[in-house]
């Protein structure tokens, strides 16, 4: 018997004076001359057991040949776990399942983290729609089609500055919910609760730093879509549509290029407590080489969560159609251009239910597939393991978070 952990080997050699069988086997065969017969694989005495010449197992129960004993394992031992994952490389699936699962364990935390941050995005965006976005202009049956292209642009550009405001706040709550949630996350790693209060003491001094990370990604990528559209609609004609569609599409390539590359940068800043630049250029380290991976579980959870997002708030809008039935109808027939009070209520209550699954769950696989990378490259695990005071991975350091 074998005494590795988690391993047992499917047989042992057979006991003295037994042929494998159980079956106690006489200690030698004499001959026609009363001699002892040595035992022979290529000659065996008469009346002595023979090795089989197949691999047929024997009929009946019992162990038999290819068929591991009882209560073996095979392969390596089964991870630690402490928290949410296992400390072990995940996969994609044990990656949404550990979402999934901080948001049950720790759902007073996280829940008081992303209920306060949608409700206070809705409120601002019901405010933007109803008071700042400006009214759509008439349209003119009449105008040329580059006149009604421009008053398309007119109407776009009105609607993008009512909306900035709402879209400045909805940023700002953005980056606490994701600052808060990575702490959380990191805790409930190491099966550590983690309350509002403290979560805010250790993520506030990182905010200004996430801010500033998140405005330079954004700005790269607003240079990105520049370069890439800017030159058709400078040459404009038919000659500058054809060059704008493909330098949209070679922008909007370089743009997912981009994201993907950096999308670690959030959690390398606020668990390694690292500066911008450093958190992006640690971000594009871990992401060398599993950029695929990384993309493909991305846009699995991204297509998952909107799923969800429409399973949630299409009844609300139908709803929302049902109770404001004048506002809609004044849409439709080009007497209002807004829709009315029910309608934008009841759809933001659609809203805040939706964001308080969604922020969680998003966050959670951004952190966790930080924590999965560090895991694969940097053996993250036994650190973990330590921080968690597993038996057998030595003292405990002094931290309970991922970014050691």
């Known amino acids: 018997m074998n005494d590795t952990p988690g391993w047992t080997s499917p047989g042992s050699a057979p006991s003295d004076g037994q042929d494998g069988s159980g079956v106690p086997a006489p200690s030698a065969a004499a001959d026609a001359n009363g001699s002892s017969a040595q035992w022979s694989k290529d000659q065996p005495p008469a009346g002595q057991w023979s090795p089989p010449t197949d691999r047929t197992p024997p009929p009946g129960p019992g162990p038999t040949w290819g068929t591991p004993p009882p209560n ?40 008081a983290i992303s209920v306060t941050v949608a409700v206070i995005s809705q409120v601002c965006n019901i405010l933007a729609q109803r008071y ?52 959380v996350i990191s805790r409930a790693v190491l099966g550590r609760p983690v309350s509002l209060g403290s979560a805010w003491q250790e993520a506030r001094p990182r905010l200004l730093r996430l801010l500033g990370l998140t405005l330079l990604i954004s700005a790269a990528i607003v240079v990105v879509v520049a370069v890439g559209l800017l030159p058709g609609l400078l040459i404009g004609g038919g000659a500058g549509m054809a060059l704008t569609l493909i330098g949209g599409l070679g922008a909007i390539v370089a743009v997912v290029w981009l994201l993907i590359r950096f999308s670690l940068s959030s959690p390398a800043l606020m668990l390694e407590r690292q500066g911008v630049i450093q958190s992006l250029k640690r971000s594009a380290k871990l992401v060398r080489g599993s950029w695929w991976r990384i993309f493909g579980i991305t846009v699995l959870t991204q297509l998952l969560l909107g799923l969800f997002a429409m399973i949630i708030e299409i009844p609300f809008m139908v709803i929302g159609f049902l109770v404001d039935s ?11 251009t807004t829709f009315g009070w029910p309608f934008l209520i009841v759809t933001g209550i659609g809203g805040v239910i939706t964001n308080a699954i969604i922020y969680p769950i998003s966050a959670g696989v951004t952190v966790l597939l930080y924590v999965d990378q560090r895991i694969r490259r940097e053996a993250l695990d036994l650190e973990l393991a330590r921080a968690a005071g597993l038996p057998g991975y030595g003292p405990t350091p002094g931290t309970d978070t991922v970014g050691g």
């Open 326 to 336: 004048d506002g809609f109808s004044g849409l439709l027939s080009g007497t209002s």
């Open 72 to 111: 073996a394992h095979w392969g390596r031992p089964p991870a630690a776990q402490p928290g949410v994952i296992p400390l072990r490389p995940l996969g994609m699936g044990e990656i949404l399942d550990g979402a999934a699962k901080t948001l049950r364990t720790y759902w007073r935390t996280v829940l």
């Open 132 to 183: 700042l976005v400006p009214a759509a202009p008439a349209a003119n049956p009449d105008a040329t089609p580059a006149e009604q292209l421009e008053q398309s642009l007119d109407s776009m550009q009105s609607s993008l500055v009512g909306m900035g405001p709402s879209l400045l706040v909805m940023v700002m709550a953005s980056l606490v919910s994701a600052a808060l949630l990575t702490v």
